[in-house]
T-cell receptor
Framework: KAGVTQTPRYLIKTRGQQVTLSCSPI?????VSWYQQTPGQGLQFLFE???????NKGNFPGRFSGRQFSNSRSEMNVSTLELGDSALYLC??????????????FGPGTRLTVL | AQKVTQAQTEISVVEKEDVTLDCVYE???????LFWYKQPPSGELVFLIR??????QNEISGRYSWNFQKSTSSFNFTITASQVVDSAVYFC??????????????FGTGTRLKVLA
């Protein structure tokens, strides 16, 4: 079974630009979560989608948004990029929605650098 | 509020030594889940184990073992006879129901383990 895939793996943008990251979950998994990982803040939860609906949201500004498609693939968008948005963005999928404690499986991440 | 504390920022051991990574959590729920993940230099978090709050049995998987103690709110991870390939950052995580009834993950800050040859 293929794992979680994320594209692109690396991205360089400049301040003010916007970026879209993509995540394909493990086949059969309907829940997709996004995390931001930085050396200073660690792993921070962004949001979770299940059946195309946002189920949970972390404490990030509205510049961070996401969506999920009917095939469970998910995209994350960051508008008006700031230097502080430079981070590793990790996507994780799990079998069922937010009402269970299923383990999450992570993708390799997208490393975003904002110049 | 839920919280996960991994007090050890970095640990260095010599190959074949045993090492224990500590994890202390806080939660008000009676139903919750605890996890350990490994993040090698490649960046991808690898799932190691899940424990629910009603199962306090310790678990052993090869050189890995986990000790879950509700009385001290701890879920410690021991690697026996460490190897260089064990070098990674290890994260402990807690998942409990939010006010909406869905589960949210809270990760600790991670412990960087360096195993020296």
């Amino acid at each position: 079974k293929a794992g979680v895939t994320q594209t692109p793996r690396y991205l360089i943008k400049t301040r003010g630009q916007q970026v879209t990251l993509s995540c394909s979950p493990i086949s059969g998994h309907r829940s997709v979560s996004w995390y931001q990982q930085t050396p200073g803040q660690g792993l921070q939860f962004l949001f979770e989608y299940f059946s195309e609906t946002q189920r949970n949201k972390g404490n990030f500004p509205g510049r961070f948004s996401g969506r999920q498609f009917s095939n469970s693939r998910s995209e994350m968008n960051v508008s008006t990029l700031e230097l502080g948005d430079s981070a590793l963005y990790l996507c994780a999928s799990k079998l069922s929605g937010g009402t269970s404690g299923n383990e999450q499986f992570f993708g390799p991440g997208t490393r975003l650098t904002v110049l | 509020a839920q919280k996960v504390t991994q007090a050890q920022t970095e640990i260095s051991v010599v190959e074949k030594e045993d090492v224990t990574l500590d994890c202390v959590y806080e939660t008000r729920d009676t139903t919750y889940y605890l996890f350990w993940y490994k993040q090698p230099p490649s960046g991808e978090l690898v799932f190691l184990i899940r424990r629910n709050s009603f199962d306090e049995q310790n678990e052993i998987s090869g050189r890995y073992s986990w000790n879950f103690q509700k009385s001290t709110s701890s879920f410690n991870f021991t690697i026996t006879a460490s190897q260089v390939v064990d070098s990674a950052v290890y994260f402990c995580a807690l998942s409990e129901a939010s006010h909406t009834g869905t589960y949210k993950y809270i990760f600790g800050t991670g412990t960087r383990l360096k195993v020296l040859a």
